[in-house]
Nanobody, 124 residues
């Protein structure tokens, strides 16, 4: 089992930046793919970004590409999501997720472990 705890959400104005963190605990010795997903009110949870175990491969949703950057520090069991040039449409609960394996994955249902989420609100 892996436990995930997100932090770093908040209320910001459009154009601002935030950095989300997600720290894993438990059975973290296996290779884990780490992803960030988000869910806006009344909408389904959607993929935002993912990073491979080594950090050598990343993938982004078109809606965040060029503005968000995912990174990880395996020594700290932590993955980050740097969010720049935030827009009101980025407002959502952001979830960190993990699954074993190599490469990168976008599918919500392919992830085994989820954090509790952190709220990001961007005002116009």
């Amino acid at each position: 089992q892996v436990q995930l705890v997100e932090s770093g959400g908040g209320l910001v104005q459009a154009g601002a930046s935030l950095r989300l963190s997600c720290t894993a605990s438990g059975r973290t010795s296996s290779p884990y793919v780490m992803g960030w997903f988000r869910q806006a009110p009344g909408k389904e949870r959607e993929f935002a970004a993912v990073i491979s175990w080594s950090g050598g491969s990343t993938d982004y949703a078109d809606s965040v590409k060029g503005r968000f950057t995912i990174s990880r520090d395996n020594a700290k069991n932590t993955v980050y999501l740097q969010m720049n040039s935030l827009k009101p449409e980025d407002t959502a609960v952001y979830y960190c997720a993990a699954r074993t394996g190599w490469g990168t994955f976008r599918g919500v249902k392919t992830y085994d472990f989820w954090g509790q989420g952190t709220q990001v609100t961007v005002s116009s």
